[in-house]
């Protein structure tokens, strides 16, 4: 069984000069002063965390309220809302499914989502739900089959022999 320890008031009573006595708890209570714990040594490399003084009340950001909004306002943003539900009706998306086994069904969707972005009206989703696997999709959102092929087997042979722009250019003339 381990000793005891003796506190630092017992240490600090020899029996000789009252003067050594009142050195040695002083460098007590430096020691104690000094000493550093792994909490307080953590991400500091040994260094002790210098505190941080918080803001003050008044100062710190309250959290924002809904602002009662001027007649004039509302119309304005009723009006941008109707233009860009217009703007969404005329907007076709695509939707491209591809598995997320093989890195070569990833080029080949983000090929096509490249190639038909750049078209003006359309926009390219890819995978917007879980993929089936071995499958490599092109379909009009709600509509239309591009391209479908389905449970695939390694090493994709069928998607791997398509010529990737005659089947984008395929698409893009059935968009129009």
């Known amino acids: 069984m381990a000793p ?3 506190k ?6 020899p029996a000789g000069n009252p003067s050594e006595s009142t ?4 460098r007590g209570a430096e020691a104690a002063a000094r000493r550093q714990t792994r909490s307080s040594t953590q991400g ?3 260094k002790t965390k210098k505190a941080t003084p918080q803001k003050p009340a008044a100062t710190r950001k309250k959290s924002k309220k ?6 004039e306002e509302v119309k ?3 009006e941008e809302e ?4 217009a703007e969404e009706v005329n907007r076709k998306t695509i939707v491209v499914e591809r598995c997320t086994q093989c890195n070569a069904f990833k080029t080949r969707a983000e090929q096509v989502k490249a190639s038909l972005e750049s078209l003006p009206g359309i926009s390219v989703a890819i995978n917007p739900i879980k993929p089936r696997r071995g499958c490599f999709e092109i379909r009009e ?3 239309e089959k591009f391209i479908s092929l389905l449970d695939m087997k390694r090493p994709f042979k069928p998607m791997k022999d398509l010529n990737m722009q005659d089947v984008i250019d395929n698409i893009i003339q059935k968009i129009q």
Not at 23 to 26: G, L
Not at 66 to 71: G, H
Not at 82 to 85: A, D, I, L
Request: proline residues 3%; aromatic residues 0%.
């Open 8 to 13: 630092a008031d017992e240490d600090a009573e």
């Open 141 to 143: 959102e709600g509509g």
């Open 76 to 78: 304005t943003e009723e």
């Open 4 to 6: 005891r320890k003796r």
């Open 82 to 85: 109707g233009k860009v539900e």
């Open 44 to 46: 500091g490399g040994g």
């Open 66 to 71: 809904k602002e009662a909004k001027k007649p």
């Open 23 to 26: 050195r040695m708890v002083t």
